[in-house]
């Protein structure tokens, strides 16, 4: 009769060890890398600048912000850094108002004051 196999099977009963927290210079190049490689050249542009401007003094709060942000659908950023709209979580409207003026957008239309 075959022998059962095990989910263990192939790792002599170990279980995998978990990767080692990724350092934050390895987390800042591929924010970089995603920044400058979106799919379009807007996006690579608009994203790109500030990544290479702003990375190298993100610290893990704001970068985390950052990475959560790449990772939100590109029609979606372009509106919102070109001031159509506005970002459902408060965080990263904070973060879309830096992306806005480190290119000089100004404020948002909603937020002007009369």
């Known amino acids: 009769m075959p022998r059962s196999s095990s ?3 192939g790792m002599n009963g170990q279980l995998p060890r978990k990767q080692p927290m990724i350092d934050i210079e390895q987390r800042r190049r591929r924010a970089a890398y995603r920044a400058l490689h979106r799919g379009t050249k807007e996006m690579d542009w608009l994203l790109g600048r500030y ?13 985390a912000e950052f990475e959560r ?13 070109m001031g159509d709209g506005l970002p459902p979580e ?4 904070r973060l ?9 957008l100004g404020a948002k239309p909603e937020a002007a004051v009369s």
Do not use: K, T, V, Y
């Not at 990544?51 to 709060?61: K, T, V, Y």
């Not at 942000?69 to 850094?81: F, H, K, S, T, V």
């Not at 408060?90 to 409207?93: G, H, N, Q, V, Y």
């Open 7 to 9: 989910i263990h099977s």
């Open 96 to 104: 879309m108002s830096a992306i806005r003026a480190f290119h000089g």
């Open 90 to 93: 408060s965080e990263l409207f």
């Open 51 to 63: 990544a290479e401007a702003s990375l190298s003094m993100m610290e893990d709060p704001l970068l």
């Open 69 to 81: 942000l790449l990772a939100l659908p590109d029609p979606d950023l372009q509106r919102w850094i």
